[in-house]
């Protein structure tokens, strides 16, 4: 399970957590997205507010939960991030993706210590 996977809900209102998002709550986003997609319900990229609602329903009916549309569009935010994180590494030179164990891996292992002092120097900018 990757790091990005266990992060948790939040709820707007008071911040309480609320649980983590799970492999078959991936799935069924990606599943319904992929089928507002091919109903023509995203415009350049962007879902329609329409289709966001239709997904919270659908998402909170079949996985029992009492998500808000906020929580799917973060989640689906965060997805695209660690998609983007993924591809960025297996096009790296020396680098490729192992599709037995689902990640990017290095040439050798000191490129693995050169993108973790990147990640650390971009965080700290973002951070301060």
Known sequence: MSKMSQLPLRMAS???RIGNWTNPMDACLVGLLVDQFQQGNCV???FQNS???TITATLNYRMAMT???SHCKNRWKVLKQ???LY???SNKTGWGWDDA???AVPGDAQDWDRVISVC???DSLVLS
């Open 51 to 53: 289709s966001w609602k």
């Open 120 to 122: 650390a120097v971009e």
């Open 44 to 46: 350049k990229g962007v």
């Open 82 to 84: 660690t998609y983007h």
């Open 67 to 69: 998500l808000e549309m």
């Open 87 to 89: 591809q960025e590494l």
């Open 14 to 16: 008071n911040k309480n």
């Open 101 to 103: 164990r689902k990640m």
